[in-house]
């Protein structure tokens, strides 16, 4: 079940991850949510931040990550 607490959680995970992706789009390294800067050294550390808000904000969506399955010829492993 949802309480109020866990919207704003959602909320603000969806919120730093779209300020990410523009930042990434822009260029920038620098990234503002309310009143809080954070700078980013690269555009690696920028990505990994935004693969770890997009994990945050799929697993508040219930998705629980990424499945691989390894095929070796024609069978699964």
Same mark, same amino acid.
Do not use: W
């Given at each position: 079940?949802? &309480? =109020?607490? &866990?919207? +704003?959680?959602? +909320?603000?995970?969806?919120?730093? %991850? *779209?300020? %990410? @992706? !523009?930042?990434?789009?822009? $260029?920038?390294?620098?990234?503002? /949510?309310? &009143? =809080? *800067?954070?700078?980013? @050294?690269?555009? *690696?550390? %920028?990505?990994? #931040? /935004?693969?770890?808000?997009?994990?945050?904000? #799929? +697993? !508040?969506?219930?998705? #629980? $990550?990424?499945?691989? =399955? #390894?095929?070796?010829? @024609? @069978?699964?492993?």
């Amino acid at each position: 079940m949802f &309480n =109020q607490s &866990n919207l +704003s959680d959602m +909320s603000k995970n969806s919120e730093h %991850l *779209t300020a %990410l @992706r !523009e930042a990434l789009a822009k $260029g920038v390294y620098e990234v503002t /949510i309310g &009143n =809080q *800067t954070v700078k980013y @050294r690269s555009s *690696t550390d %920028l990505l990994s #931040a /935004i693969h770890y808000y997009e994990g945050r904000v #799929a +697993s !508040e969506k219930g998705f #629980a $990550g990424h499945t691989v =399955q #390894a095929v070796a010829g @024609r @069978r699964f492993l």
